[in-house]
């Protein structure tokens, strides 16, 4: 075992402790807090009595506790370290870089690795989705975007800039040497037992390389479809429109929506061993184990049209395109529908009538869509109001108006503290609009009518996008003004 030592609190090196599953919580009084793995010997905690002082207390806690109080605290340690090696500047490697390979093992850049895993943990931890590195004259800004939100992070020196982008490149295994073209690559990551993929983006700036890392936890690959938060009326149609043995059914909202996991949800109940189940995606997000998923790659040929045409002969039960984008595709898909497959597909419309326009002005012929359409699912994402500061609070009057409610109407608001950061709010929950093709609206699809008459037939019962909204405001889960930015001044 390794000494390890900072300010505050000695413990072992990363790799020691979770081998021995022992973990050095922090400081008491008395001496160093303790916590052993179950199963663990506790024979090494004479070993940290002899590295590290005396031991105030220990405690046994299960193995998935144990990995994310590992996660935490060495999380919060790599971030302190990227903190310091950020105000340190002698700390840092010059500009002149060696070549890839030297790069992979020398000791010189420990520094920029170090800065680079204490950003990834630090993003992990907080549960972002994306790490923006922003490059400038002045200064390297690194920003966190978490809950939808970009917030800024950390301010580096700006001639770090190029040292951690040729790091990442290494370790997306791209090209190191080529600076003026975007490039795309992935990575993954192991934290605490905890597996990340990462996808890298890197686009060439005025100052720079701009890179941004998306980061993927496996573990919501697995979601199940009552775990996305959906209102009774769409959970009843989407699940209606997943016993159906062909059509089409589609998920649309903004990009960042959450389409993509619905949909991974909705494959997680079709998936029952009895189906074959082939997606064809940009990029695949989540490995999920029972389907079969191909990756586009528009330079060698691999469009989502060529993929899709392929995966038909492979005799698939249930079809998922990552996104209709194009004319080709839809007419595909709609082929695919009416030869018997299920197909579920994304389209990038602000409402679920939306999607019926849009796929008309991609040249499907209204007949074929009436034939071929079973249900539209729309979403947007909204921030959660933290459950620990929220309290009641009038709404203001210009936002009462947005949402067509009454003024004076009492909602809640959040001052913030410290369990949500100051921010006011803790996690995201999805709002949801659901079309169901019914043999009326297939009639109006037919006929090509306006999207009024679709919206007056379809939502004549269920909740719309605005409605669903306003329900999670009266309820006090969400904000009135974070309801109202998500909102078309049309909806209100």
Known sequence: MTPKQDSATWRPDYAAARTMGLLVEGREPGGLAVVLREGASALALLDVRRLGGPIASWRRVPHPAFEALLAQVYADGAMAAADALARDDAALPALDLPSAEDLLGSTDDAPVIRLINGLLAEGLRQGASDIHLEPYEQALVVRLRRDGQLAEMLRLPAHVA???ASRIKVMARLDIAERRLPQ???MALDLAGRLVDV????????AGERVVLRLLDKARAGIDLAALG???????????????PNGIV???GPTGSGKTTTLYAALGLLRDGARNILTVEDPVEYAVDGVGQTQVNPRLGLTFAAGLRAILRQDPDVVM????????????AVQAALTGHLVLATVHTNDAVGAVTRLRDMGVEPFLLAATLRAVLAQRLVRRLCPQCRAPAPVAP???AALGLAIGTMVSDTPGCAACGDSGHQG????????WADDSLRRLIHDDAGEDALVAHAFATNPRLADAARALVLAGMVGAAEAARILRQDQG
């Open 162 to 164: 190029p040292l951690l």
């Open 184 to 186: 795309d690559g992935r």
């Open 199 to 206: 996808r890298v983006s890197t686009l060439p700036s005025r």
């Open 230 to 244: 959906l209102d009774a009326a769409a959970d009843a149609v989407l699940r209606r429109a997943l016993t159906q």
């Open 250 to 252: 589609l998920v649309t």
């Open 321 to 332: 395109v990552g996104e209709i984008r194009d004319a080709e595709t839809a007419q595909i």
């Open 398 to 400: 210009h936002l009462a």
């Open 428 to 435: 995201r929950v999805g709002v949801f609009e659901a079309l």
